[in-house]
C-alpha cells in the first residue's frame, strides 16, 4: 500500500513564474491537507480539501496561491507569479476521514531564485 | 502567536536512557494531540497520538502523557536508540470538523551511541 506521493520533490523556479505542487493521497483517503514549512519553523496548515471541494483555506495566502482536488487525479497546490519568500517545503498529508490520522508525503522543497 | 510550543529546540540523550520531549499548548479547545517524527529531506512520520478524554497512551518504546490542567504533554522514548534520533514535532488538532493540525517548531533528538 503505496504512501502519500508528491511530486516533484525538488522544484527551482524564478521569481514571476508559476510552480505546480501534485500529491496523490494514500489508497481509500479522500481528505488532503497541504502544510508548508519554513526554515527552523513548524509546519504550518494552508488548506484541506476533499473531492472536488474546499473545505478550509484559512491558512492560505489571500493572492497567487490555489489548490484543487478533482475528481480523478492528484491534488494540486498552484503558486502564481512566485517569490522568494515563497520558497520553503510543502507537504501534503492524506486521512480516511475528517478525525483519522494524517499521514505525510515526503514534500516538495521549492526554490524561487 | 503560538498555540503549540516546545521550548527545547534541541535534546541529547545518551543511548539507552530515557529522552523526554516537551510540548505546551495554549487552547483548552485542542481535543487531539499528536507527535511526529521528521528525518532531514523527508516528511513527518506519524508516531503516536492522545485523545483529550486520556492521560496517557503507550505504544512500545512510546508513550504520551497528557496534562489538560496544565496544557502539557510529553513523548517518552525508552530506551532512546541512535535510530531516534530525529526532529520531534507535536501537533494539537483544532477542530473536531476542520481536522487542520497545529504544530509546534520541533525538538531535535539526539541520541550518542
Known amino acids: 500500500n503505496a504512501g502519500v506521493m508528491q511530486n516533484p520533490r525538488h522544484l527551482v523556479r524564478r521569481r514571476g513564474q508559476e510552480a505546480r505542487l501534485r500529491c496523490s493521497p494514500m489508497k481509500g483517503h479522500s481528505h488532503v491537507y497541504w502544510y508548508r514549512q519554513l526554515p527552523e519553523e513548524g509546519l504550518k496548515f494552508m488548506v484541506y480539501?476533499?473531492?472536488?471541494?474546499?473545505?478550509?483555506e484559512s491558512g492560505m495566502p489571500k493572492e497567487r496561491f490555489s489548490a484543487e482536488f478533482p475528481k480523478e487525479g492528484p491534488s494540486i497546490l498552484r503558486i502564481q507569479q512566485v517569490v522568494r519568500g515563497d520558497s520553503a517545503a510543502y507537504f501534503c498529508?492524506?486521512?480516511?476521514?475528517?478525525?483519522?490520522?494524517?499521514?505525510f508525503g515526503p514534500g516538495t522543497r521549492l526554490l524561487v531564485l | 502567536d503560538q498555540q503549540v510550543k516546545q521550548n527545547s529546540p534541541s535534546l541529547s540523550v545518551q543511548e539507552g536512557r530515557i529522552s523526554i520531549l516537551n510540548c505546551d499548548y495554549t487552547n483548552s479547545m485542542f481535543d487531539y494531540f499528536l507527535w511526529y517524527k521528521k528525518y532531514p529531506a523527508e516528511g513527518p512520520t506519524f508516531l503516536i497520538s492522545i485523545s483529550s478524554i486520556k492521560d496517557k497512551n503507550e505504544d512500545g518504546r512510546f508513550t504520551v502523557f497528557l496534562n489538560k490542567s496544565a496544557k502539557h504533554l510529553s513523548l517518552h522514548i525508552v530506551p532512546s536508540q541512535p535510530g531516534d534520533s530525529a526532529v520531534y514535532f507535536c501537533a494539537a488538532r483544532g477542530n473536531r470538523s476542520q481536522g487542520n493540525l497545529i504544530f509546534g517548531k520541533g525538538t531535535k533528538l539526539s541520541v550518542k551511541p
Open positions: 480539501l476533499q473531492k472536488e471541494n474546499i473545505i478550509d
Open positions: 498529508a492524506s486521512s480516511r476521514g475528517v478525525q483519522e490520522t494524517q499521514y
